[in-house]
Structures are given as structure tokens and as C-alpha cells.
């Protein structure tokens, strides 16, 4: 079975930086594509970034040009980085494994940005 936990989270001021981490309880293949969603309150859970074959990566609109998301398949981890962050970023981010054979969600981390 596969966990997935997130980490890096916090509350920043627009402008600021925030790197998320997403570490795999098992070996994550470069061909699993892995994936960041977001789900701020009163909202629908969106796709934020996608990445597979550690190279191939999807951004939503709102956050292209600001968010990077990379991945590191030797330590099985998904990092996403996050650039002049705006209050509309706020939202809890969750790491995906979205593989078909076993598709995994991490519990979660917060993150805040104030005006």
C-alpha cells in the first residue's frame, strides 16, 4: 500500500515562496505520473500540476509561470514550487499518485497566503 505525505506548508504574504514536498512510503516508476491538486474553502478539489516521465509536466492556468513542479524518482518524492504566491493560492494542497493501478491521495497540507 502506498502513502504519500506532504510537508512545507505554512502561511507566507503575497510575493512569498513556498516549497511543498510529497514523499512516497514506496518506489514511485518515472512512467507514474504524479500530480498536485488544491482545495481551498467552499471550492471543488482542482488540478494544480501534473508531472510524468520526470520531465512531462500540465499546469492549470492560474498558476503558470509562478508554480514548478518536479520530481524526484530516485527518492520516490514530488516537489512543488511555489512563486509569488497570491491570497487566491490559499487552499489545502494534496499530493497524487495518479496511477491506475494504485491511485494514492496524501492527507494534505495548508497552505496560507495573506494580502
Known amino acids: 500500500q502506498v502513502k504519500l505525505v506532504e510537508s512545507g506548508g505554512g502561511s507566507v504574504q503575497a510575493g512569498g515562496t513556498l516549497t511543498l514536498s510529497c514523499a512516497a512510503s514506496?518506489?514511485?516508476?518515472?512512467?507514474?505520473?504524479m500530480a498536485w491538486y488544491r482545495q481551498a474553502p467552499g471550492k471543488q478539489r482542482e488540478l494544480v500540476a501534473k508531472?510524468?516521465?520526470?520531465?512531462?509536466?500540465t499546469y492549470a492556468d492560474s498558476v503558470k509561470g509562478r508554480f514548478t513542479i518536479s520530481m524526484d524518482s530516485a527518492n520516490s518524492a514530488v516537489y512543488l514550487q511555489m512563486n509569488s504566491l497570491k491570497p487566491e493560492d490559499t487552499a489545502v494542497y494534496y499530493c497524487?499518485?495518479?496511477?491506475?493501478?494504485?491511485?494514492?491521495w496524501g492527507q494534505g497540507t495548508q497552505v496560507t497566503v495573506s494580502s
Open positions: 508531472i510524468v516521465n520526470s520531465g512531462s509536466t
Open positions: 497524487n499518485l495518479a496511477s491506475r493501478l494504485r491511485p494514492t
Open positions: 514506496v518506489r514511485i516508476f518515472s512512467f507514474e505520473p
